[in-house]
């Protein structure tokens, strides 16, 4: 029986090719996708959604979320936009382009907000659902603050977010530095999510002769993903470089991954995790250590099978011959 998947995403590169990957799988049955502000604005997140799923030919229902993060604008000093971008071949790329290379939609947004599709959707559910989060948790944590008891309407949560030795924003992970508070709110609700930070993330990696061969098999999805993790290869060759040349990171992918084949992460502990918020530790995530430790609030991979992940994955996309 397949299982039924949100998906809350801030569509840019890495979550458009991790709801590929969603959606090509037979495992799981993708119920709806939530869009929250991220890597881009919540207009374009939702817009780059919905041209995928048309290009795709899939009628998902897409439903848009917060536009902000839940505080963090409401402080000046706070409201930093940053982007990860390099002057190639002439040219300024960006690891997240604003809008999708794919044509307008022929799909529409859902009139209801995110937070009442969750509401509705964990209340009315015959069983748990599961949740799979590649952006800010801003939807989540709102939907978890104004009714707490559906926590135990979810089945499963796994979060794509948080690092413990490998940051990307200061010393944090982005996003959980485009929404700290959303992040602690989610850790504070008695679920207890599989977090797949940067420390699993930056070791599935995919190489730029994997890629060629993701190109090679002559199918939308293999072409259009191909394309998008050439252009993250730049960005980590020219900004970023990883421990493999040539190569890129896909941590969305991975979240998706693990929850179809949980032993794609690999050193997974039980810990406590509290979110910063300020200065220079703001959505840093830190790991009790203490002798007398605090109950664990999620399960932390701290490392991830690099080929387990890459085969699956390549594999996935070959199915696709249908989506021209």
Request: proline residues 5%; hydrophobic residues 40%; charged residues 25%.
């Amino acid at each position: 029986m397949k299982k039924k998947v949100i998906l809350d995403v801030d569509t840019g590169s890495d979550d458009a090719i991790a709801i590929m990957l969603a959606m090509l799988s037979p495992e799981i049955e993708v119920q709806a996708i939530c869009t929250c502000s991220g890597n881009v604005d919540i207009g374009h997140t939702t817009d780059n959604t919905l041209r995928l799923l048309s290009r795709m030919g899939r009628n998902i229902p897409v439903y848009r979320g917060l536009p902000e993060p839940l505080v963090k604008k409401l402080h000046n000093e706070r409201s930093v936009t940053k982007k990860l971008e390099a002057v190639i071949d002439g040219k300024v790329a960006r690891m997240h382009d604003d809008q999708l290379n794919l044509p307008d939609s022929i799909y529409r947004e859902q009139e209801i907000p995110a937070v009442f599709y969750y509401k509705e959707a964990l209340t009315n559910a015959e069983d748990p659902l599961n949740i799979i989060t590649t952006g800010p948790l801003s939807n989540l944590a709102t939907v978890l603050s104004l009714w707490p008891d559906l926590a135990g309407r979810i089945g499963s949560l796994t979060i794509m977010g948080g690092g413990h030795k490998i940051y990307n924003n200061n010393y944090a992970e982005g996003n959980f530095w485009h929404d700290p508070e959303a992040a602690q709110i989610v850790l504070n609700s008695g679920i207890v999510p599989t977090l797949v930070p940067l420390d699993a993330t930056h070791q599935a990696i995919i190489t730029s002769d994997e890629i060629e061969v993701l190109r090679s098999q002559g199918n939308f999805c293999s072409e259009f993903a191909a394309g998008l993790l050439k252009q993250r290869m730049k960005l980590h060759t020219a900004n970023q470089p990883l421990h493999l040349p040539d190569s890129a990171t896909m941590h969305d992918v991975v979240a998706v991954a693990a929850f179809l084949d949980p032993e794609v992460l690999m050193d997974v502990r039980d810990v406590r995790c509290a979110i910063g918020f300020t200065g220079s530790a703001e959505g840093h995530c830190a790991i009790d250590r203490r002798e007398s430790r605090e109950k664990p609030n999620c399960r932390f991979a701290m490392s991830a099978d690099r080929e387990r992940f890459v085969k699956r994955f390549l594999e996935t996309f070959a199915k696709a011959k249908d989506i021209q």
